[in-house]
């Protein structure tokens, strides 16, 4: 291990893993409130896997199938006890087949609303609405569209039924803002003229003619068509060219809100200026502002804040320990903690994501779900063993090799080793002169072990 940059990536981990820690704690603590971890998980995969461009509806129906016979597992035995809980439910029984899934939608989200009256109500409208249109009933909210013909409309609505300040009070556009996604929801996708350009730069040329129509192009160059092109640019690996496209939205939507007219409220923590805003369809913009690593297709912060855009106050700080990666997609924001462990081939040392916060806005209310990845591509018994055998026959001299061990152990003891975790534990022990970063890196070790075998455990 290179000892270079050890005192960064060591505090690194530490304070992300501290403040896991702490939310795990708080978890332990009131138990018997606590969100269920399994179906936000499920909530969560539910949410990820329909922001992909490239989605397999084949596989996905199956999913959710699956996902829905968990979810009544988990409500039958009593496991969802809390607003959140059966407000994640209820999004996966919207994503049903049929009415009974929507109506039973429907029951979780009343039910998640006497629990928690503070939950936003968009899911309760577009359940109602949706176990209507199952039944060839007309809307009463105005959530639902449906393809007729080679068009997509608004489903038939009952615009009698609620009231304007009803519809608002359930996150739902107004009658006249749903004609207008009606209308975006029509016009062509750049992508598609995209696929036979001969080029970015004719692309971008035909875009700046388009615009020059207005309302009469058949295209969607508006701000959020051209933001939607650079996200399937970044999803596709064409970080340079999302990045040209971002610039030309910028160039042509100068009144929107960019980095030039929203700022960061001053702080204690860090800069005020803008590294990026992102923007979510509701309208709502959240700003980042703190010190760069890396700002390509993905922007890479550390020491940084949120905030929303014209707000005095902050969502949350990262402190100058912490590396972290943010991506937009499908009006959801990605935060992605980032960690050096010896998980590469022949266990050499990567860049992995150990926990992600998803934040978005639910149609108007700030939301924030955060959860260690447990997805990583862990040790298999041989390797485990190769471990457990280099560290049984190193000597007591602590130098960087040990310290490369101790990654290695640590990742042998979330690999499910008993064995490893034991002799992780005893690692100070074997060497009392730990200290400085090398302390450092134990430390935080032992908090991420902890974190990993907490209650946040599926």
């Avoid at 309760?124 to 449906?146: H, V, W």
């Avoid at 009606?182 to 035909?206: D, G, W």
Wanted: aromatic content about 8%; charged content about 25%.
């Amino acid at each position: 291990m290179m000892m270079s940059n050890q005192p960064v990536k060591h505090l690194s981990r530490y304070f992300s893993t501290l403040l896991l820690l702490i939310a795990v704690c708080s978890t332990s603590a009131n138990a018997q409130t606590a969100d269920n971890e399994e179906i936000l998980m499920m909530y969560q995969a539910d949410q990820a896997s329909r922001l992909s461009p490239d989605t397999d509806w084949t596989l996905l129906a199956k999913q959710d199938s699956l996902r829905r016979i968990r979810a009544y597992e988990l409500i039958d035995s009593g496991l969802l006890t809390t607003g959140n809980d059966y407000h994640h439910a209820a999004m996966i029984f919207q994503h049903g087949l049929d009415s009974v899934d929507y109506g039973k939608a429907v029951d979780l989200m009343r039910k998640a609303l006497e629990l928690d009256s503070t939950i936003n109500k968009w899911l309760l409208a577009a359940a109602i609405d949706r176990e209507l249109m199952s039944k060839e009933q007309p809307q009463i909210f105005g959530t639902q569209y449906r393809r007729e013909g080679d068009r997509m409309v608004r489903y038939k609505i009952d615009t009698t039924q609620i009231s304007p300040e009803e519809r608002a009070a359930h996150g739902v556009r107004s009658l006249a803002e749903q004609l207008v996604v009606e209308r975006e929801f029509n016009l062509i996708p750049i992508s598609s003229y995209h696929r036979t350009a001969e080029s970015l730069e004719q692309t971008m040329s035909f875009i700046e003619q388009e615009r020059e129509k207005g309302d009469t192009s058949r295209f969607n160059v508006g701000e959020n068509g051209l933001r939607h092109f650079a996200d399937q640019l970044m999803q596709k690996g064409d970080n340079e060219g999302a990045a040209r496209v971002q610039q030309l939205q910028k160039a042509l939507y100068p009144t929107a809100v960019n980095e030039e007219d929203c700022h960061c409220p001053e702080n204690k923590y860090a800069p005020s200026k803008a590294n990026q805003v992102f923007t979510f369809s509701n309208g709502q913009k959240i700003v980042a502002c703190g010190f760069v690593l890396n700002h390509g297709a993905f922007l890479e912060l550390s020491e940084f804040v949120l905030a929303e855009c014209d707000s005095d106050h902050i969502i949350d700080f990262w402190d100058a320990m912490r590396s972290c990666r943010l991506s937009f997609s499908r009006d959801t924001l990605l935060i992605e903690d980032l960690y050096t462990l010896p998980l590469g081939d022949n266990l050499q040392e990567t860049v992995i994501t150990w926990a992600r916060e998803y934040i978005s806005y639910d149609h108007g209310v700030l939301k924030r779900d955060k959860a260690i990845n447990r997805n990583l591509k862990l040790y298999d018994q041989s390797t485990i063993q190769a471990v457990l055998k280099a560290y049984e026959s190193t000597d007591n001299i602590l130098n960087d090799a040990k310290m490369g061990l101790l990654d290695r152990l640590f990742v042998a003891a979330i690999s499910n080793s008993e064995e490893a975790k034991v002799a992780f534990m005893q690692f100070r022990g074997r060497f009392p002169e730990l200290d400085g970063a090398y302390l450092h890196q134990y430390r935080i070790l032992q908090e991420m072990l902890t974190a990993w075998d907490g209650v946040d455990r599926p």
